[in-house]
T-cell receptor
Framework: GEDVEQSLFLSVREGDSSVINCTYT??????LYWYKQEPGAGLQLLTY?????DMKQDQRLTVLLNKKDKHLSLRIADTQTGDSAIYFC???????????FGKGTSLLVTP | EAGVAQSPRYKIIEKRQSVAFWCNPI?????LYWYQQILGQGPKLLIQ????????DSQLPKDRFSAERLKGVDSTLKIQPAKLEDSAVYLC?????????????FGPGTRLTVL
């Protein structure tokens, strides 16, 4: 499938904001997703954005979409140690709309 | 509501052996996916079912991997014979339908180690 690229690692202090970035290449992507994966746990959908939106806010999470640059970001406000996890950006591929994931960004939140 | 169930959770085999994984999706979900997640990478789709039919198996290594969903409910993924590079977590997911925007719910995965 088309490429989804993410930076691999981010470290922030507790209480700061975290910004995780993602770029994608498929201009026809209709939905873009952020998933969270904690050690030993399954993938959990955090939020998603439809391609006709520029921004979506959900409590501490803000998603920004720049379709021109094919850039997606996830901002986590007031980051907590419980937010430490791997965050995956994904778009949809194929006629069946399966998920096409990036390699994931490992977020480490330090006290 | 029960989530996606997978078994076993862990499996260790030697190369050239065979192995099978089982997945039971959320009740009523028509669409079932198998993803392979190699360490340090994102999950990659292996196969997608809509009820008991295959929607996409373009990335399934068909010389060694097979999957079925005979009654349109639970599914089995098999590897025969296994190679070292098959060491990964195998994730099963389901959604109510295969439409864009429908949330996919993931199981805990089966961690396979091939020695």
């Amino acid at each position: 499938g088309e490429d989804v690229e993410q930076s691999l690692f981010l470290s922030v202090r507790e209480g700061d904001s975290s910004v995780i970035n993602c770029t994608y290449t498929d201009s026809s992507s209709t939905y873009l997703y952020w998933y969270k994966q904690e050690p030993g746990a399954g993938l959990q959908l955090l939020t998603y954005i439809f391609s006709n939106m520029d921004m979506k806010q959900d409590q501490r999470l803000t998603v920004l979409l720049n379709k021109k640059d094919k850039h997606l970001s996830l901002r986590i406000a007031d980051t907590q140690t419980g937010d430490s996890a791997i965050y995956f950006c994904a778009d949809l591929i194929g006629s069946g709309y399966a998920l096409n994931f990036g390699k994931g960004t490992s977020l480490l939140v330090t006290p | 509501e029960a989530g996606v169930a997978q078994s076993p959770r862990y499996k260790i085999i030697e190369k050239r052996q065979s192995v099978a994984f089982w997945c039971n999706p959320i009740s009523g979900h028509a669409t079932l996916y198998w993803y392979q997640q190699i360490l340090g990478q994102g999950p990659k789709l292996l196969i997608q079912f809509q009820n008991n039919g295959v929607v996409d198996d373009s990335q399934l290594p068909k010389d060694r991997f097979s999957a079925e969903r005979l009654k349109g409910v639970d599914s089995t993924l098999k590897i025969q014979p296994a190679k070292l590079e098959d060491s990964a977590v195998y994730l099963c997911a389901s959604s109510s339908s295969g439409r864009a925007g429908n949330e996919q719910f993931f199981g805990p995965g089966t961690r396979l180690t091939v020695l």
